[in-house]
């Protein structure tokens, strides 16, 4: 039998009787990553969620002896180190590494643990100095934490007060000068608000602010209750290079008891990622989001600070599991799959110029009745013919489910487009366009077209491919009046509301109604690729459906400026 690629990683560290943290957290997030796991034990500790109760260090000598057998023989392609316990065993391990590989670079990530969470003392003062002199100049990733990195910059008299982002900025590229190519300052004790980010980037323009753990642009619709509470108050690592190259990682802060063994857990994921041939950037991203989730899918273990979930990951789950922070994490996906044409559907020059309320009148008379016209001929377009297609397909997604739910789901949508049809009506009265017009308009080539695909999606085997098929106007339209009434909230804001004449249409996009609609079809989404993960293959298919109807519902824009 063939055997698949697996990664050999080797850690050098302590153990943790309970299984949290150190060479038993290392273990475990190596198999979850699909890697081959070897160890070196530096020292033995009695330590449960309560905190450590006893240190025991192993002899150096046997320290060197366990490095040496196991690199003699496997070709491991990443190396990270935990507690070393004292001076010896520090001085010994990077000896040994030194050794080893004259003729090759490797990943190291050195986790610089040096006092436990309880404030046991995990590594001897003295050896402080023999990590940033011996260990550290050919590291590739310094790991610290808060107290870590006071503890480091203070042994070298540098500035070594973290008390903000700004502070944790200085701080990482002073430890820099202590020698690694990069450092990773962890931010989990230090709580930052959106400003703070938004502040200190826009003094330091080189900084890109990796978004992936947050809500993006235009996902207005998948705010919550919950995400917004999340996401009010941040946790950001900073990471810095030696070439310069500066980043930001902020994710929802998590409060949970179940954070024992996370700084082991992260500089165990980045080693993996290294070791897999990722970039120090991407790897840092994936881990960061590991981690994350490790922390909150976690059950509570013990009676203190328990352990994370290491092997959430193993269900090999195409989407991402729905959680607090991240309800919709199929929808998440598929926003940021096509980030580019979601965008310009969403801030559409139509839709801005209907938000400043200057949209040309014949553009809106023509999106609401959409009498196209060509060099040769009239070719009448309508969204109120589309929403008949559209409420014909989802009245078959009724007919395709096999729960009461489902049912439930896809008929009220339908009884919504129906109130929908009779707001068209309402505005097209509103602009002298009367219901006979209307009803006797003819269908362009481009409605038609887009309905039949609408139909001919239904008519095949995966009901959630037309799902996905109807979720791109149906969110949309939500996103649009939400994006709107956003903007019209800020400060010297470009949007006009109160005297705009097309305050009705965004007060129903943006309102109650209408967004009811949109949780629902959020749910519709989220609960049937939860109760049937599709395969990365079926993942496709969704996104690929996801993106045409997202381009002809831009198209639909389009169409409409064209006339002014």
């Not at 607090?324 to 799959?337: D, E, G, V």
């Not at 965004?506 to 949109?518: H, I, L, P, T």
Request: aromatic residues 8%; glycine residues 8%; negative net charge.
């Amino acid at each position: 039998m063939q055997r698949s690629n697996s990664e050999a990683i080797l850690t050098i560290a302590g153990t943790d009787s309970s299984g949290g943290a150190g060479i038993q957290a290392d273990l475990k997030t190596f198999t979850a990553h699909l890697c081959y796991g070897a160890s070196v034990i530096t020292a033995l500790t009695a330590q449960n969620t309560l905190g450590v109760q006893a240190v025991h260090g192993v002899p150096p000598e046997f320290v060197e002896q366990q490095m040496s057998s196991v690199l003699s023989d496997i070709e491991v392609r990443g190396i990270k180190t935990g507690m070393l316990f004292d001076a010896d065993n520090t001085r010994i391990v990077a000896q040994t590494l030194k050794n080893h590989f004259k003729e090759r670079k490797i990943p190291l990530v050195c986790d610089p643990v040096c006092v436990s969470t309880s404030g046991h003392v995990l590594l001897h003062p003295d050896a402080i100095n023999t990590m940033i002199d011996e260990l550290f100049p050919f590291t590739t990733l310094v790991t610290p934490n808060k107290s870590e990195a006071e503890i480091l910059l203070s042994q070298r008299d540098l500035p070594a007060r973290i008390t903000n982002l700004e502070d944790m900025l200085v701080a990482a590229r002073n430890l820099l000068t202590l020698g690694p190519e990069a450092v990773l300052l962890k931010g989990g004790h230090i709580p930052v608000l959106h400003a703070e980010i938004a502040r200190v980037a826009a003094h330091n323009p080189q900084i890109q602010v990796v978004q992936d753990g947050l809500l993006g642009e235009n996902m207005e619709i998948l705010q919550t209750a919950e995400t917004a509470k999340s996401e009010s108050t941040l946790v950001v690592d900073v990471l810095c290079q030696s070439d310069g190259t500066t980043a930001f990682y902020p994710r929802p802060r998590l409060e949970s008891t179940s954070t024992h063994g996370t700084g082991c857990t992260l500089s165990a994921a980045i080693t993996c990622q290294l070791g897999k041939g990722k970039s120090l950037m991407e790897a840092t991203r994936l881990a960061t989001a590991y981690t994350h989730m490790g922390i909150e899918n976690a059950a509570a273990i013990g009676s203190g600070y328990g352990p994370l979930n290491h092997l959430h990951s193993l269900s090999q789950l195409n989407v991402a599991q729905r959680s607090k922070s991240n309800p919709y994490p199929l929808t998440r996906s598929l926003i940021r799959s096509t980030g580019g044409v979601w965008k310009d559907y969403v801030q559409h020059d139509f839709v801005k110029l209907l938000g400043k309320g200057t949209l040309p009148k014949e553009s809106f008379l023509h999106f609401i009745k959409k009498e196209i016209k060509y060099p040769s001929n009239e070719l009448p377009q309508q969204d109120y013919h589309y929403l008949k297609y559209y409420a014909r397909a989802y009245a078959l997604l009724a007919a395709k489910s096999h729960s009461f739910g489902r049912i439930l789901q896809a008929t009220e949508t339908v009884f919504h487009i129906a109130r929908e049809s009779s707001m068209h009506k309402s505005y097209c009265a509103q602009w002298g366009i009367t219901e006979e017009e209307l009803e006797n308009t003819a269908e362009s080539p481009a409605t038609t077209a887009y309905g039949a695909y609408l139909i001919d999606t239904g008519l095949q085997g995966d009901s959630t491919k037309l799902v996905m098929a109807l979720a791109a106007c149906l969110l949309g339209y939500g996103e649009v009046g939400l994006w709107l009434k956003k903007e019209a909230k800020q400060s010297g804001s470009w949007v006009v509301w109160q005297s705009n004449p097309y305050l009705k249409w965004m007060e129903d996009y943006s309102g109650e109604e209408y967004q009811k609609a949109v949780r629902t079809g959020l749910e519709t989404i989220e609960s049937r690729a939860a109760a049937d993960p599709p395969s990365a293959a079926k993942l496709d298919e969704w996104r690929t459906v996801w993106e045409k109807c997202t381009r002809l519902e831009k198209g639909f824009w389009d169409m409409a400026l064209s006339v002014a």
